[in-house]
């Protein structure tokens, strides 16, 4: 079992950066596909961006040209940074393991003049 832990959420004004981090426990991590994925209040989770094992990404309509998802397998840990926020990028921020379906607690990232 994977243990993640997300973290770098906050209250940021629009136009503002944040970067989220994902730290993950176990010795797999550099084999795992992960993910980043948002759930925003009375909507359903949905995803954000991903990146293989071997750093392809993936990008949702919404986050291509704004977001970089990328990976260090040595700290073992996968990043999401966002710029040009937005008031719609408001929502609770988790990452996956996309291989074996685990998820961190998430991270809130308030979007907010």
């Known amino acids: 079992q994977v243990q993640l832990v997300e973290s770098g959420g906050g209250l940021v004004q629009p136009g503002g950066s944040l970067r989220l981090s994902c730290a993950a426990s176990g010795t797999m991590f550099s084999t795992y596909a992960m993910g980043w994925y948002r759930q925003a209040p009375g909507k359903q989770r949905e995803l954000v961006a991903q990146i293989s094992n071997i750093g392809i990404t993936r990008y949702a309509a919404s986050a291509k040209g704004r977001f970089t998802i990328s990976r260090d397998n040595a700290k073992k840990t996968v990043f999401l940074q966002m710029n040009s926020l937005k008031l719609e990028d408001t929502a609770v921020y988790y990452c996956?393991?996309?291989?074996?379906?685990?998820w961190g607690q998430g991270t809130q990232v308030t979007v907010s003049s």
């Open positions: 996956k393991v996309e291989d074996l379906g685990s």
